[in-house]
């Protein structure tokens, strides 16, 4: 009995919202759906930069650097203007690449640490602005370049050259995206979370926490500082690939220093070292302002766009309120929403010992945080504004 | 099943560790000045001396933190001086440190830890949660686990080690080194801030870790009774010099020495400190006097 009912809770906590998720196309309007592909693209991105900057305390300004050259990586090979290799193959490569100007980096990222990192990494976000502006032949300058679609066994992630239609739903470029995005995401997961619970992941918390002891426990610092790096700049370029797949085009103006602001929002307010949570907080920062742009006509006060100046317009008001989300989020949860979500999970476990005699159902009040544990927590907003 | 890699470095006797004329300078001032003593293999080696004598930055050099200006130190014939502090540590010789430093997580997260030098898992098994990868953590898993025992920390083994005592959390950082397999064990300050009880336990603690497993320990401690009890022989260090060194009877006995914690003129008696945040029962004037 034990073995089966431990696992039980937890299997149900991973399959429950994964089955939710994949059944989502068939409800979901495109504009939704697109909602959640930036999301997942950024939560595989936040989750990269969680390892580096949540586990091994190593501060980086410079994640658009390498979600671009994911993007344009992506682009490069699988374009006109390059080999035009296989989508696959030319996905690979550029993950490979975002891992290889990860590595070049290397011997800066090994042995400077934490804040003083993160200025250094600075200077990859302009030097990567100029290269996208000026590289005209690769990057297509200003303009940007185009994206050709994904394409796996023959079946092309886009809409229009073939007309798909699964149960009664037509599948258009959205509806197939998000299954390669969820693969995508869902790879992401398993791979941090070996990392995190294995030998690399406890040796990069031991080198944020004290260098001198992780160094005495056998940890080589300049090493793991450098792979945590290389590592982090992989999963950045694998989100830029699913970026530049879900905008259809990339343009250099969207990987600028406010993007790297972002993920670092992402992971303090998903919470620092938690994969779930870097999810989380991905699904925050990226859906919460697109969401509140789509309401924002509905508040009160709130003018229609275009109306004459000192009203308070849609994109205005949407910014506001995420800006007071995010403040409200750090003041009731320093810890980000995974600490929240831990707190509420130990109180609920902690009132059901205490009232043994009614599990299944529980008290009342606490019924609707059952189903958010930090797996399923990503999943709750998508839902929630179904139309 | 994790007889593979325990037993290879169980196996091996601990060889003698050498601190051969070792000199260390801080911008003009001299930590420590022409240092020598052997520590014998499967002893327990006693560094003592008052604040500011160079104790901790002998540690420190033992594992490679600090590099002499001159001199070298040797285990068995392998030169440590010059040896990055993870090569020191893969060579199965652990530290502890003298205010506590563990990592975020649980118990068992840290003493995993303490087995990094000892597994292979690099990023892209654990990644990929490659057999190998997974067979390894569980091997190493149980050893940790045995170790927690042997310590008594096994109530404690999945407990955030933010939650645990004081005392415990020192036995964290003992059970940590432990997982080394070390051969030769640097306890840096193990009682200190410790109540009576905890005191008596960690005595315990050691003297069951020297029992069971084949390792010398060198030992930095204020606590003198803890030191006559333990040691086999002592070394006293006074600003950076050896002052003098035998078994714990010849040291206390030794007139340098109560000079040195004493202060000049000292006949043994007023309120004798050996040493700030010394409470310990037995200081080596009273027992000498």
Redesign the interface.
């Known amino acids: 009995m034990s073995d089966a009912a431990k696992h039980l809770p937890r299997l149900t906590a991973a399959v429950v919202p994964l089955l939710v998720l994949c059944a989502l196309p068939f409800y979901l309007e495109s504009y939704w759906l697109r909602i959640g592909l930036f999301s997942m693209a950024a939560a595989i991105g936040a989750i990269g930069l969680s390892l580096l900057s949540g586990t091994a305390g190593q501060l980086s300004m410079g994640h658009a650097f390498f979600l671009a050259v994911g993007a344009y990586g992506y682009v490069w090979f699988s374009g006109d203007p390059g080999p035009g290799l296989p989508p696959v193959v030319a996905m690979v490569l550029a993950v490979l690449l975002a891992g290889a100007a990860g590595g070049l980096f290397s011997p800066v990222a090994g042995r400077v640490k934490g804040m003083y990192l993160g200025i250094a990494t600075l200077a990859l976000v302009f030097i990567g602005h100029h290269l996208m502006l000026t590289l005209d032949g690769v990057t297509g300058g200003f303009n940007g370049r185009s994206v050709e679609p994904m394409e796996i066994g023959g079946l092309v992630l886009d809409s229009g050259r073939d007309d798909l239609v699964v149960l009664g739903v037509p599948f258009g470029a959205e509806e197939r995206l998000w299954y390669f995005g969820l693969v995508l995401l869902a790879f992401t997961w398993f791979t941090a979370r070996g990392l995190l619970r294995g030998r690399p992941g406890r040796a990069l918390a031991a080198l944020r926490d004290s260098e001198t002891a992780a160094s005495v426990m056998g940890v080589p610092v300049a090493r793991h500082r450098s792979s945590a790096f290389v590592v982090s700049s992989m999963y950045a370029g694998l989100a830029g690939v699913l970026i530049a797949l879900s905008f259809r085009r990339v343009v250099p103006d969207h990987f600028g220093l406010v993007l790297s602001i972002d993920y670092l929002a992402m992971i303090v307010i998903g919470g620092l070292g938690s994969v779930g949570g870097a999810v989380a907080g991905a699904f925050f920062v990226t859906a919460l302002p697109l969401v509140m742009a789509k309401y924002a006509d509905q508040l009160p006060l709130v003018a229609a766009p275009g109306s004459p100046d000192g009203s308070l317009g849609p994109t205005e008001a949407s910014r506001y309120l995420y800006g007071a989300a995010i403040v409200v989020i750090l003041l009731w949860a320093p810890d980000g929403l995974h600490g929240l979500a831990r707190r509420l999970r130990s109180r609920l476990r902690s009132r059901l010992r205490r009232e043994p005699p009614a599990p299944p159902h529980g008290p009342g009040p606490a019924e609707p945080v059952t189903p958010a544990p930090t797996t399923t927590a990503p999943s709750v907003p998508v839902k929630e504004h179904t139309p | 099943m994790n007889t593979g890699t325990t037993a290879t470095r169980a196996a091996e006797a601990p060889e003698p560790l050498e601190v051969d004329r070792v000199t260390v300078r801080f911008a003009g001032l001299t930590a420590l000045d022409d240092v020598s003593f052997t520590v014998a293999p499967g002893s327990v080696h006693a560094v003592i001396g008052p604040n500011g004598a160079g104790k901790s930055t002998c540690f420190n050099v033992l594992?490679?933190?600090h590099r002499p200006a001159s001199g070298t130190v040797r285990y068995g014939r392998q030169r440590l001086t010059g040896l990055?502090?993870?090569r020191?540590?893969?060579l199965g010789i652990?530290?502890t440190?003298q205010n506590i430093?563990?990592?975020?997580?649980t118990v068992g997260?840290n003493l995993?830890?303490?087995r990094?030098?000892l597994?292979?898992?690099?990023?892209v098994s654990?990644?990929?949660?490659l057999p190998h990868?997974v067979r390894e953590?569980r091997a190493h898993l149980a050893r940790a686990r045995e170790i927690a025992e042997l310590v008594g920390l096994e109530r404690h083994f999945d407990a955030p080690v933010a939650m645990l005592s004081y005392g415990d959390r020192k036995r964290v950082e003992m059970a940590?080194a432990l997982c080394?397999e070390p051969r030769v064990l640097l306890l840096d300050e193990p009682v200190a801030g410790m109540n009576t009880a905890e005191r008596a336990e960690a005595v315990e603690v050691i003297r069951t870790v020297r029992a069971q497993l084949p390792l010398s320990i060198v030992l930095v401690e204020h606590d003198m009774g803890l030191v006559m009890r333990l040691a086999d022989e002592v070394t006293v260090l006074d600003f950076g010099r050896r002052i003098a060194h035998g078994t714990p009877d010849e040291v206390r006995r030794d007139p340098e020495v109560l000079r040195a914690y004493l202060g000049t003129g000292a006949g043994g008696t007023g309120p004798a400190t050996p040493g700030p945040g010394t409470p310990g029962p037995a200081t080596p004037g009273k027992e000498a006097a």
């Not at chain 2, 654990?126 to 949660?129: I, P, V």
């Open positions: 594992s490679g933190l990055a502090p993870h020191i540590a893969a652990a530290r440190f430093v563990t990592t975020e997580g997260d995993m830890l303490g990094h030098a597994t292979r898992a690099g990023f654990s990644a990929l949660h990868a953590q940590r080394l």
